[in-house]
């Protein structure tokens, strides 16, 4: 029998397709959930009941959390990327580590095809289908659901058919939670004038006294929260922990999908709100002006590039190579207060801080130059556009 590998979700969509390409299209189906932070060990065991209820015998759960970070949210951070100014790239960034796990796993065990449960309407599609005909383009890619175009009501026959008669109650609000943040989906996000009501969101905003947080950065990396040292990838929960229960991290993406067409939907991601809102003040006071200006032009491409899917592309490499450069000296303290619905950001401190008062004070005095120095240099700054203004008087 010829092998397919479903990256597999649990859904009705992916239950789907297990049955679909067992009983109509004769393969021995292997399935794989790829865990990028949204699992624990409770969910993981739920996929492989739910895969074994299926029939599928070969199940397996890749842990990609700490590949993700390394190779992924870290650049995002460094590049303080924020997907049209709001979104951290919450569910843009985990899709393409879940495609590359399912490749590699898929030549591992000498799939003939690998499947997916995505429909024609999504970013989705296009982000697995592009990493499988990089990674793995002898591979032919089965996409039931996009290309069958069926009615919720006729997966759900059909798997009754077939003897798995199940709730498949649609859940009123779609929920995709991994290590950098959980995307929400409902009808208020097919609409333009509508936001989520309180019940959506995942986390309940259940806090309302307000604490001091301090987060300790080493080479534009957080690696300890209120003085407590953690691995990057614990720094991101434990931040996510003390922030997400006083509804921080709250809001809507608009955006332009991949396919062409807007989309709307709705993000519960505090740590990663502040945290890259943390870095960027903490560049603020020890980059130069032109490490900044360029830092923002790439760190807008590199995030562009990733949500559509081109992770892969070489010249990825070369923008993390720079924003990995510029983060020699950013290190120290962000002090950041925590409220209802909101943070703030107090101040830092580093020993790399470009504010060093033996320079002078802005606004206060200056002991690096003289006031007759600044005569002659904002003349010869005004010289240019007095040529100008004359020249084009006449």
């Keep these: ?221 957080l690696l300890s929260v209120n003085g407590k040292k953690y691995s990057a990838v614990d720094a991101i929960k434990k931040l996510n922990e003390i922030a997400a229960p006083y509804g921080i991290g709250r809001d809507i993406h608009v955006g332009d999908t991949i396919i062409g067409i807007k989309g709307r939907v709705g993000f519960e991601a505090a740590a990663p709100l502040i945290m890259i809102k943390a870095h960027q003040l903490l560049e603020k006071h020890v980059l130069g002006k032109w490490q900044l200006y360029w830092k923002d032009q790439l760190g807008e491409w590199y995030g562009m590039l990733m949500h559509e899917g081109q992770f892969l592309d070489p010249v990825m490499r070369d923008i993390e190579a720079f924003l990995e450069h510029t983060q020699g000296t950013v290190t120290g303290k962000v002090l950041v207060k925590l409220a209802s619905k909101r943070f703030e950001l107090q101040g830092i401190e580093s020993d790399y801080d470009l504010m060093a008062s033996k320079f002078g004070q802005y606004g206060e005095m200056n002991q690096g130059w003289s006031g007759e120095d600044v005569k002659g240099f904002t003349k010869i700054l005004s010289n240019a556009t007095l040529i100008q203004q004359s020249v084009q008087k006449k």
Aim: hydrophobic letters at 35%.
């Design 1 to 221: 029998m010829k092998k397919v590998l479903l990256a597999f979700s649990g859904g009705l969509d992916t239950s789907y397709c297990a049955i679909h390409l067992a009983k109509d299209k004769g393969y021995e189906v292997y399935t794989a959930a790829v865990n990028t932070g949204g699992f624990d060990e409770t969910e993981q065991q739920a996929l492989a009941q739910k895969a074994s209820e299926l029939g599928i015998k070969n199940h397996v759960c890749i842990d990609v959390e700490e590949e993700f970070y390394q190779k992924g949210i870290k650049y995002l951070v460094f590049g303080n990327v924020l997907k049209n100014h709001t979104y951290p790239l919450s569910v843009s960034g985990e899709r393409v580590f879940q495609a590359i796990a399912i490749a590699e796993y898929a030549k591992e065990i000498g799939a003939d095809a690998i499947a997916h449960g995505s429909t024609g309407a999504g970013n989705d599609q296009v982000r697995f289908d592009l990493v499988f005909n990089v990674l793995a383009p002898d591979i032919e890619i089965i996409t039931p659901i996009r290309d069958q175009q069926l009615s919720r009501e006729e997966e759900v026959a059909y798997l009754k058919k077939h003897g798995v008669d199940k709730e498949w109650e649609k859940a009123k609000y779609s929920i995709n939670q991994g290590l950098w943040g959980t995307s929400v989906g409902g009808a208020e996000t097919l609409t333009s004038d509508s936001y989520l009501p309180e019940e959506a969101w995942p986390t309940p905003a259940i806090n309302n006294d307000e604490q001091l947080v301090e987060l300790g950065f080493e080479k534009g990396e």
